[in-house]
């Protein structure tokens, strides 16, 4: 994939694989991928499309079954555990879930400090100050640094999460669905706290979602998954302009317009059939079997990845 930008996160042919009873598990299947430095990638798909597992393989949570993940042009071997920790300083999660993510067990102040601790960062009075500027960062009181999680609502835990990723002061943080458990009224203040935060240290989002119109704000580039494989890759606005997948198509109609009159007259085309079991994928493309305009073809041989126009990718036989 040429860009003339500087990559930060290079994905090459990843590949993360679950052994379960039924066989093997395809979550990330043959994925080559990169963000940009200061950008924000969205991601998006249907639940179960392995939009979570490529984050989380991406930022070192699970090492890839194959395939390679550079930073900054340099490779990290995720199979080892010293690079792996090495690694974690630079890259961090906000978590989608703001009430499972944070120990109750712990204070506000001692969750946003651990990090701090393993990596060997400051003295104890300066990780204490610390603690106090993050908190104030994301729009809370050094008051709350004392506090357990269970004294705080979803927006204001999820702004304890965000102050947590920031900790160890990472380039890359993985946005796991950090809005889809908060009230819509939370969603923008979130939102535009990530916005300013990414303004102010030059950071670097995958963002993670299902609400197609906040992907669509916040990102400079969407990449759509489907069943473990992206099917396509554009900006935002040429996503939106000319989506070219099937399935983009299917997915970007499905998203609600505010003005009923336009809402009303959309076309939406809905998928028939069911999504094949990640366990035992067929041969061919893997939306053969919903598409409306597949052919033998697409049951036959896999799509690959291409570029289709400059800086637009897609997995389609049926996209020239």
């Known amino acids: 994939m040429a860009n003339n930008k500087e990559k930060l996160i290079v994905l090459d042919d990843v590949c993360k ?4 009873s039924g066989g093997t598990l395809k979550a990330v299947d043959h994925v080559s991928l990169f963000v940009n430095k200061g950008e924000t990638l969205g991601l998006v798909g249907e639940s179960g499309c392995g939009k979570s597992t490529l984050g989380r393989t991406a930022m070192g949570i699970y090492p890839p079954t194959s395939g390679k993940l550079f930073y900054d042009g340099a490779e990290i071997d995720l199979q080892n555990a010293a690079e792996r920790f090495k690694y974690a300083k630079k890259a961090q999660i906000i978590f989608q879930d703001p009430y499972a993510s944070l120990d109750p067990r712990m204070t506000v102040g001692s969750i946003i400090e651990e990090g701090m601790i393993i990596h060997n960062m400051y003295d104890a009075k300066r990780r204490q100050e610390r603690v106090y500027e993050l908190l104030e960062l994301v729009g809370l009181n050094r008051e709350h640094a004392n506090r357990f999680p269970h004294e705080f609502s979803g927006g204001q835990r999820q702004r304890i999460g965000i102050a947590r990723a920031l900790a160890i002061e990472p380039e890359f943080i ?3 669905e950090p809005i889809s458990a908060l009230d819509v009224s939370i969603q923008s ?10 303004e102010k240290f030059g950071l670097t989002f995958l963002f993670i979602a299902h609400d197609l119109n906040i992907v669509k704000y916040i990102s400079d580039r969407i990449a759509v998954m489907y069943l473990g494989n992206l099917v396509e890759l554009a900006t935002s606005d040429d996503l939106y302009a000319e989506t070219l997948h099937p399935y983009s198509k299917a997915l970007l109609s499905a998203v609600p317009i505010p003005d009923p009159n336009s809402e ?11 999504v094949p079991s990640p366990i035992n994928t067929p041969p061919g493309c893997n939306f053969a079997g919903r598409c409306p305009v597949a052919c033998d073809k697409c049951r036959e041989f896999k799509p690959e990845l291409k570029e289709v126009r400059p800086g637009h990718f897609v997995a389609c036989h049926l996209v020239d």
């Open 264 to 274: 009303a007259a959309k076309q939406r085309q809905i998928l028939s059939g069911d």
């Open 17 to 20: 694989y679950f052994k379960v």
């Open 174 to 176: 993985v946005c796991d």
């Open 189 to 198: 203040q979130i939102i535009n706290l990530l916005h300013d935060l990414q």
